[in-house]
């Protein structure tokens, strides 16, 4: 039976922080060096920590992986639901979801000159959990635009629309600024077409 991996609501707070301590070095590392490169000795050593300590935590590599895109993957989920319940007039909302989503991968990803091979990672590894929170945004942008009386069926073909659009823009997009300014022109365009309920 494999050791399963411990995770952050069943440690003390001393553990939590070691595990915290852990995910940061490691994914300093996969940044830096890609998934293959990256070993668990050199993620301990990153951490200053023993490897028996990291075996503590985490059964593998691949475990450790997972729970640093699991992390990346729930500070995405945070950042989309604050900016959809911002005070702020309709739709700007949906363009500060979609810009939250694709700032983290563009600061915690993109950067690295292994963004190719993290992405394989993730397709490998935590595909589910980035596949739910594909559809937890979408669903998020559909009850924002119900919220301001447009039709559901409109306001969910008009949410995967806008979800696979900013997509292809964060995937082209060169800086921060750039994706911030054609996920808002995106936003604007769509809804202004989008007919209310």
Known sequence: MPIRSITQGELSPVRAARRERLLDAAEALFVAQGFRATSI?????????????LYGYFRDKEAVFAAVAERIADAMEE??????AADAPFPAPL???L???????????QRSAFASELLQAKAAHVARR????DCAIIAGLT??????????????????????????IANRASDTETLTLQLDRLVRAVISYEPRA
């Open 130 to 133: 980035f596949a739910a929170l």
């Open 79 to 84: 950042a989309v639901k604050a900016a959809l």
């Open 143 to 168: 009850s924002a635009m119900e919220r301001e009386k447009r039709a559901p069926d409109a306001a969910a073909e008009t949410a995967r629309l806008l979800f696979a659009a900013a997509n292809g």
């Open 95 to 97: 363009a500060m979801a």
């Open 41 to 53: 000795e050199g993620i301990a050593e990153a951490a200053g920590m023993s490897k028996v300590t």
């Open 99 to 109: 810009t939250a989503k694709h700032r983290i991968v563009q600061a915690r990803v």
